[in-house]
């Protein structure tokens, strides 16, 4: 077993866990990682045991998929062929030339042995890869896994638009709702607002729904009207219409009516949310005068899509096409030996990532082997990647933001949440100051030097700045121990 290929998957959602069996499948040892202390990713998040959940499956829509792909892990991990490392948190990945004898996970078994398979895009070896990540609740032991290649499956994280009062609590982004209800089986709040844009609002906003909650109305900003430009896209996909319609038919069950070409201008409270402020938006993305209304609750959901992870591939030098890890169609980054699928590649949803995570696995099986990939193998998959992000497309441009947003936050709403910077500070610091890039205004401001590293505030400052979102770069994906760094060898990172 120690003499096969060794790849490293990081991420173990949907992506994630297509590409560890397809490439396991064909004799690639694997070794999964994932930050969470369950395999499935947001998707898939289920109840932890200790709740004693009766039913998880009702808490999804796609539940024999997981089934079928918890069985493939299981077995794998019967026979040795993948590990799973839950709760551990990918921090670095360096790409090195050491053959040293301890390849493996330092630290843990040290069974592994250096194998000079990794390939580049000729099939020439091209080193040996360390995947750094912290161990453990307390993310204070260093763990080093080593292998011939490795495949980023990081997923994404919601983009974050602030508004009056969206730093109260009560107020928590559409995904953290969702995380609450499926991984702890809590909602919340009582009384509900689902808001924002985007396809993820319905499912939410059914959740809730079903769970108990009172969904006391559902905010979109996208309207109808836009529907017809995308057509042929959307028409493309008949069972992600239909699974819409099934949402919003549930909704209507429950007496909720979507206000379209929506949004929420201000949430109210002083210890917590009491109430929000709801108004029309006009075909430029302004608010229609009179159009307000107040509508109590005590829990506010807002959500405006998706942004994908991509510190992990910026660190190893990844290109992107704007904000999206930039793969070839074997799902190969511009770095020999690295892999991107899923979310990381462009917001696309559980059954993109699943097709794109079968491709990247087959790939990397075939490449680590030293033999070129034959793409009838995967024709059925590599169609369904086509489709699939082509409706992708579609829906981010009937789901995009809307225009006006950053006209309407007023100069005393917090922007950047870790350090307290407004937004009139970072007005400031490009009308007064004359900063022109995002990285001159977080050095003005300081917004996004703290805990989240801009991933939250980073696309309301650019908006606010008008300044462009650039890569950041970052030699770390998240932050590390200081005793972490001391204890690595002196030619790894830090």
Same mark, same amino acid.
């Given at each position: ?277 709801? !108004? @029309? %938006? *006009? ?6 005068? +009179?159009? #307000?209304? /107040? =509508? ?96 992708? !497309? @579609? %829906? *981010? ?6 225009? +006006?947003? #950053?006209? /309407? =936050? ?85």
């Amino acid at each position: 077993m120690a003499e096969r290929p060794h790849l490293a998957v990081v991420g173990a959602g949907p992506a994630g866990l297509a590409a560890a069996l397809a490439a396991a499948a064909r004799g690639v040892r694997v070794t999964l990682l994932d930050a969470a202390e369950q395999a499935g990713g947001q998707f898939y998040r289920r109840p932890a045991a200790a709740l004693g959940a009766r039913r998880p499956q009702a808490l999804h829509h796609q539940w024999r998929v997981w089934e079928r792909l918890r069985d493939g892990l299981d077995r794998q991990l019967s026979t040795g062929q993948v590990r799973h490392l839950p709760d551990h948190h990918v921090w670095c990945v360096d790409r090195t030339d050491r053959r040293d004898g301890t390849d493996g996970t330092d630290g843990t078994d040290g069974t592994d042995h250096p194998v000079d398979t990794g390939v580049n895009r000729g099939g020439a070896p091209s080193g040996v890869f360390a995947v750094h990540a912290l161990r453990g609740p307390l993310q204070e032991e260093g763990v080093t896994v080593r292998a011939d290649a490795v495949l980023l499956a990081t997923g994404g994280y919601e983009r974050v638009l602030p508004f009056p009062g969206w730093t109260l609590p009560g107020v928590v982004t559409a995904g953290g709702a969702q995380a609450m209800l499926k991984g702890g089986l809590v909602l919340p709040g009582r009384t509900v607002v689902v808001a924002g844009t985007g396809p993820l609002l319905l499912p939410v906003a059914c959740g809730l729904a079903a769970a108990g909650a009172r969904v006391a109305a559902l905010v979109e900003s996208a309207g109808p009207k836009a529907l017809p430009r995308h057509a042929r896209a959307l028409a493309a996909q008949p069972g992600k219409l239909a699974e819409g319609a099934l949402y919003a038919g549930k909704l209507l069950r429950h007496g909720v009516r979507p206000l379209t070409r929506h949004t929420v201008v201000e949430a109210h409270g002083t210890d917590r949310l009491t109430a929000v402020t709801v !108004a @029309a %938006l *006009d075909r430029d993305g302004g608010l229609v005068p +009179g159009s #307000a209304r /107040r =509508i109590p609750c005590d829990a506010l959901a807002v959500g405006h899509g998706m942004l994908p992870h991509t510190d992990l591939a910026e660190t190893l030098g990844c290109a992107l096409s704007g904000t999206d890890v930039r793969v070839d169609d074997e799902q190969r980054t511009d770095v020999p030996g690295v892999w991107a699928a899923g979310e990381a590649t462009g917001i696309g949803g559980a059954a993109l990532a699943l097709a794109e995570g079968h491709i990247a696995g087959r790939s990397v099986a075939a490449r680590l082997h030293g033999t070129l990939p034959d793409p009838r193998r995967w024709a059925g998959a590599a169609r369904a990647r086509g489709r699939l992000r082509e409706f992708s !497309a @579609a %829906l *981010d441009a009937l789901y995009a933001a809307p225009a +006006g947003w #950053a006209d /309407r =936050i007023t100069d005393g709403t917090v922007v950047c949440r870790c350090e307290e910077v407004t937004a009139g500070q970072v007005r400031t610091s490009v009308d007064v100051l004359g900063a022109g890039d995002p990285r001159t205004v977080k050095l003005l401001t300081r917004a996004g030097m703290g805990w989240c590293q801009g991933r939250m505030c980073g696309p309301a400052v650019a908006g606010l700045s008008g300044c462009p979102a650039t890569p950041g770069r970052r030699p770390f994906a998240r932050p590390v121990p200081l005793g972490v760094l001391a204890r690595l060898p002196e030619d790894e990172p830090g």
